[in-house]
């Protein structure tokens, strides 16, 4: 007995050094923390097809025959056990003999198909969806019959399923097709067993002559599933009773897995066992729903492992199962079925693993996973296996991809190349089946679903009106599966392209009658109020940017000398505005403009307004007629497509030659009237009357030699570089497009004469196109380099009108786009007072609000033996030393988890830094996720005595940044429109494009210094700090703090703060960031797995519920819409969102500059898809960080937990 004890111990040994040397290169797999892991992560990881010695010996117990699967460099080979085996057909004998009527099917196939035509659009009679089993089975290229169906609820369409499949089981000819099934699993959905419908179950299983199963509930053991262990456990009770000798079981999701990799160590979840302990004894079999699906894509592992003969990672996922329930329950010695296993053939493809959804890739699964169910190969492992499903249903799931799980169509045809793009029943909508397969489908599931009170959490404050343009931007915003309401359809377009031009009839999925007509039942359908679109309303703030808009705005000039009043300097401004005889709309109101405007400008002032007839396309084709024209071009009446084209053909609009002919009649007035210099503009602008306040000042600090100023620009990227000069005048770029105002010198206008005097337009040599001959080409170009120049203030708006030069014909199905409503908006908010910078004394070049202000510097710092520990620690000391020159308190909060070290933290006390004066080490003990705002709002009122609160994230570098061109930016922000409550700055490592250091300069943004934005992320963010106390006061008192210590999670502070610093600042903005990049350290100290998101998600609904006026500030930035690939570097509509007013949000187009792609934000790292219980971990990194506590165990640790085996067993030997 005692050689038999040593040798037992010493085969443990063995196999434990085996498992050691397979789990070296296995590590990086090993999570134990992250639950429901489909993954058995590349379970043997690809190593083990190719015969790895480092595996060789690792035992995998298998399913339920108690088989034992070998796999070492030999191959893969099977052995015996000795066990008692559990066989459904030998206990369904015993039971039989309780119901003779019920025969014992033999020698079936286990092969069964899940069938329900519940979620269809237009569901099939159930014959038919009967009947098409047989199609099923041919596709699958089987060699014996489907004779096993499984049904998911008790709803009438699925009864009647039932129905129709126990009236064919006892017919002995008629039968359509060759269908006849013996095997019938009748499924009853959770909230159906609360009152289960007995009769009607016991007069199925009077009548079936079949094998008849029951299946208790679906995946009862899911988060958020709230049917309790008891209830499972009385329904069994109950059928055994009521129905003797029926099989019963309960599908559950691979969820119950705490981990399944390694296979030998698999385990299940210490919730599932708790709960469901007393429910196992009672089952008759074990079933389990699987999807290998759910980890394609996933990092080392090998689609061929998902989808090949073999099923390697199907076999390794049932065989940790089976370890974990033979571990845990060993008594039950319960026989595995697959409940559920398939593969989408459509969805979304801009995340993992949903790019995988292909029919090429479902064919492949479905076809072997049925013939491995089929052959000898399952023996031992399953005894069925139930395939999801048989067909499409269009209107279920939460998630387009639930609803492509059918093997053969809605319709029950099989499945083609073509049968993704079900919706394209109008040639307009093609492009959106291309780029968002899933946009309709999702748009039915929220018509169906908007009023579910349980999910009324998710829709909480989020301004669903319950129009489809309001669910169509909540699923773009959510899941990217829809375009945003504005988005403009159809090809892409260059970032920089001077006019952009859409389709009309490919419009938005929210504008298509067709779907209109589609949910006509459930009353009327709200349209978007969009304006690139011909025919719509306009904006309410476009409204009100025009309204009053003669009024003064507050000056903020230096005050006149106290010796006495200025000299009057009286002075003449020469206007001419041109416009054509039939645009008298347009006439009248430049006119109504002109009378308000000689009511405001200073007296001295004295305008001379003069109106210039504009050259119209009829005089343009008599001059061409009459050879008194020459151009270079081929002139044409309208663009028939995008007028680019026309100009790539060398093709132009007689209407742009009569733009460019306009202006230089204005140039030609202007000089006959021996004017110094004189103002232009076209009759769509509106002159703000500062203008005639500041005219001496602004000519004066004119850059010397000038030709031309340019007063405006229909570019938001020149917008937004402009408002951020530090200058007066920038330097005119290509990209500052427009001519609807420009002052003109003399010594300009002489040169346009002289250029044009024989009225011959050539094309730019530098390019081939037309698009040279148009007016800022003609205008801008002609004049000396370097000597035109572009106001960086703002003086002039624009007034709304159709295009009078790209003509479109009336046939054409194209349209100019323009953010024109985005763009009055701004203008007529930046109509800054600020004395002129050129006219000021140069002062010190250190802001003197750096010097003189006070700062609290707030981070956190988690305890912990690791080199990213020590790296932030460093990074701290390093800011604290480095930014001793200013005014700053320190408070680092230390989270220790380990209550004997509560009060100290090994390896700070090398800092010096952190014993200074005015530096505190705040240590809390948290054994577990944290917020740091807990710590944070301990007391708020303190921040109010500060001038500024920074928080940051301790990888930061803020001894590195530029403080003083943070703060000279800052100053020249506040001295022109006022103090922002809140400022950010850029780094490389974030989800948002716009909060990448790398975009601004990959997208040619440098030149913007700073801008306006609705979120400022809470890694690095400087506050008021008297704001600070005001809305961190006001966020303890909602309760959502003690949310976050709940949820351990921080997420809504730095979501809601920029509406709130709005709100405060009394501002329509309450946000700046400077795009300056801060460098990172990137220490990863926090750990986001399935339970940080979900946690995060929840929290995120709760701010909605709280303070939603907060939220919707930073609605377009938290959705998807700065993290969507498709944008690119769009010239159209993204700039326009970094601050985006809420009434504009459904106005302003978005122009992508690609096409949707395979990434998104919602394929987070760590991410759970509840539906299969599955999650998707990166593989821990190979570095120094390895030995963390808070990561996974590392194969170190389990080296030295094999070595101290050994040391026993030879210690036992020796012995």
């Not at 999807?291 to 065989?319: C, H, K």
């Not at 750096?850 to 710092?861: D, I, P």
């Not at 380990?898 to 004066?917: H, I, T, V, W, Y």
């Not at 210590?1045 to 946000?1071: F, N, P, Y």
Request: proline share 4%.
């Amino acid at each position: 007995e005692a050689c038999k004890l040593k040798m037992k111990l010493f085969s443990s040994l063995v196999v434990l050094l085996l498992l050691q040397a397979h789990s070296d290169t296995e590590s990086t797999c090993q999570n134990e923390d992250i639950r429901s892991r489909t993954l058995s992560c590349a379970v043997a990881a690809d190593s083990l097809q190719g015969g790895s010695s480092e595996a060789a010996g690792l035992l995998q117990h298998d399913v339920s025959a108690r088989s034992v699967r070998i796999v070492d460099s030999k191959g893969v080979r099977e052995e015996a056990k000795d066990d008692e085996t559990k066989d459904i057909s030998s206990t369904a004998a015993t039971r039989e003999e309780k119901k003779p009527s019920q025969a014992k099917p033999s020698g079936a196939s286990k092969v069964g198909i899940n069938l329900s035509v519940k979620w269809m659009k237009n569901p099939l009679p159930v014959a038919q969806a009967v009947a098409a089993i047989e199609r099923i089975q041919a596709w699958l290229g089987l060699s014996r019959p489907i004779e096993r169906v499984k049904t998911y609820d008790l709803s009438p369409s699925n009864r009647a399923m039932v129905e129709e499949i126990v009236q064919q089981s006892n017919k002995t000819s008629g039968l359509i097709g060759k269908v006849h099934i013996k095997e019938l699993v009748i499924g009853i959905g959770n909230k159906e067993l609360k009152s289960i419908d007995w009769p009607w179950l016991r007069s199925i299983y009077e009548r079936f002559s079949g094998s008849l199963h029951v299946a208790v509930g679906n995946e009862p053991d899911r988060a958020g599933i709230k049917i309790p262990a008891d209830k499972v456990e009385d329904a069994i009770r109950q059928i055994k009773d009521q129905m003797p000798g029926t099989q019963v079981t309960v599908p559950f999701a691979y969820s119950i897995m705490e981990t399944s990799h390694p296979v030998s160590a698999a385990n299940l979840t210490k919730k599932f066992k708790d709960e469901f302990h007393n429910v196992l004894p009672l089952l008759d079999y074990f079933t389990i729903n699987i999807y290998p699906f759910l980890s394609a894509g996933v990092r080392g592992v090998a689609t061929e492992n998902l989808t090949g003969s073999n099923m390697s990672f199907l076999n390794d996922q049932i065989s940790a199962l089976r370890i974990a329930l033979d571990r845990d329950f060993p008594h039950n010695n319960l026989p595995l079925a697959i409940g559920e296993t398939g593969w989408p053939t459509c969805g979304a493809a801009r995340a993992n693993p949903y790019a995988f959804a292909t029919l090429e890739y479902a064919q492949e699964f479905l076809t072997n996973v049925a013939k491995w169910m089929e052959s000898s190969e399952s023996d031992g492992r399953i005894v069925s296996g139930q395939l999801f499903t048989a067909f499409d249903e269009e209107t279920k799931g939460t998630r387009a991809i639930e609803r492509y799980y059918g093997i053969l169509t809605s319709t029950g045809q099989v499945k083609n190349a073509y049968s993704c793009v079900t919706n394209a029943t109008e040639a307009s909508q093609a492009w959106l089946e291309k780029d968002y397969p899933d946009c309709e489908s999702d748009l039915d599931w929220m018509v169906s679903n908007f009023d579910n009170p349980d999910l009324q959490e998710k829709f909480a404050g989020r301004d669903i009106d319950g129009s489809l343009c309001s669910f169509q931007q909540y699923l773009y915003d959510r899941w990217a599966s829809c375009p945003p309401v504005t988005r403009i359809p159809g090809d892409t377009v260059d970032a920089e392209g001077d006019t952009i031009y859409g389709v009309k009839s490919a419009a938005t999925k929210c504008w298509s009658q067709r779907l209109a007509d589609k949910y006509s039942d459930r009353g009327a359908i709200v349209k978007p109020n969009v304006s690139h679109l011909t025919g719509q309303t306009e904006a309410k703030s476009q409204k009100s940017s025009h309204d009053g808009i003669a009024f003064k705005i507050q000056d903020g000039k230096a005050p006149a000398s106290e010796t006495g009043p200025a000299k009057i300097e009286f002075q003449t401004l020469q206007i001419y505005w041109i416009n054509l005889d039939a645009s008298q709309d347009r006439r009248k109101g430049m006119e109504a403009m002109f009378d308000d405007l000689r009511k405001a400008v200073p007296q001295n002032v004295n305008l001379q307004i003069s109106r210039v007839p504009a050259i119209g396309p009829n005089e343009v084709k008599a001059m061409e007629k009459n050879k008194s024209l020459t151009v270079d071009a081929t002139l044409i009446d309208a663009c028939t497509v995008a007028c680019t084209e026309h100009h790539a053909r060398g093709e132009l609009l007689y209407t742009e030659m009569g733009c460019s002919l306009s202006h230089l009649r204005a140039v030609d007035m202007a000089f006959s009237s021996g004017a110094e210099s004189a103002l232009i503009i076209e009759d769509d602008i509106r002159i703000f009357p500062e203008l005639g306040d500041d005219l001496h000042d602004l000519l004066a600090v004119a850059p010397k030699g000038w030709s031309a100023l340019q007063m405006s620009t229909v570019s938001t990227k020149a917008l937004l570089t402009l408002l951020s000069s530090s200058s007066t005048f920038l330097r005119q770029d290509d990209y500052f497009l427009g001519t609807g105002a420009y002052f003109i010198h003399r010594s300009g206008m002489q040169v346009l004469r002289n250029t044009y005097a024989g009225q011959h337009f050539k094309r730019q040599q530098a390019t081939s196109s037309a698009a040279s001959l148009q007016a800022e080409s003609v205008l801008f170009g002609a004049l000396p380099q370097g000597s035109v120049h572009t106001s960086a203030r703002y003086y002039v708006n624009f007034m709304k009108y159709p295009t009078t030069v790209h003509k479109m014909s009336e046939t054409s199905e194209y349209y100019a786009v323009s953010s024109v409503d985005w763009q009055t908006n701004f203008l007529n908010r930046h109509r800054s007072r600020a004395p002129f910078p050129e006219l000021q004394k140069q002062t010190n070049p250190v802001s003197t609000r750096l010097l003189q202000s006070s700062f609290l510097a707030m981070t956190t710092l988690v305890c912990r033996n690791s080199s990213s520990f020590e790296n932030e620690c460093r990074s701290i000391a390093s800011s604290i030393r480095e930014l001793r020159q200013y005014n700053f308190t320190w408070a680092v909060y230390v989270v220790i988890s380990d209550p004997a070290q509560d009060g100290n933290c090994p390896g700070m006390e090398s800092f010096k830094e952190f014993r200074e004066l005015g530096v505190s080490l705040n240590y809390r003990l948290n054994a577990g996720r944290f917020s740091k705002w807990v710590y944070y709002t301990e007391d708020v009122e303190q921040f109010a005595k500060h001038d500024f609160l920074i928080v940051y994230d301790a990888d930061m570098g803020l001894s590195s940044f530029p403080w003083v061109e943070y703060f000279k930016r800052y100053d020249e922000y506040a001295n022109k429109f006022g103090i922002a409550p809140i400022t950010g700055s850029v780094r490389n490592r974030s989800p948002f494009f716009p909060l990448k250091a790398d975009w601004w300069s990959k997208c040619n943004r440098t030149a913007i210094r700073y801008v306006e934005t609705d979120l400022v992320e809470q890694w690095f963010a400087m506050l008021n700090g008297a704001f600070a106390t005001w809305y961190l006061r006001k966020v303890v008192e909602t309760g959502l703090v003690m949310q976050q210590r709940t949820l351990g999670v921080d997420w809504g502070v730095d979501s809601a703060w920029c509406g709130a610093a709005a709100e405060w600042a009394s501002r329509e903005s309450g946000c700046l960031m400077m795009p300056i990049d801060m460098y990172h350290g990137d220490t990863r100290s926090l750990k986001q797995d399935v339970t940080f998101h979900q946690n995060g998600e929840h929290l995120t609904n709760m701010w909605w519920e709280k303070v939603p006026q907060w939220m919707k500030t930073s609605q377009l930035w938290l959705g998807s819409f700065f993290q969507d690939q498709s944008l690119g570097c769009s010239p159209i509509g993204l700039e326009e969102r970094y601050h985006m007013p809420v009434d504009l949000r459904t106005v302003v187009p978005v122009v992508a500059t690609r096409v949707p792609d395979n990434r998104s934000h919602h394929n987070v790292e760590g991410l759970t898809d509840q539906a299969s219980g599955s999650s998707y971990i990166k593989n821990k990194s190979k570095d120094k960080d390895a030995e963390d506590p808070d990561e996974p165990r590392s194969s170190a640790s389990f080296a030295s937990l094999t070595h101290l085996a050994a040391a026993a067993v030879i210690q036992l030997f020796v012995a």
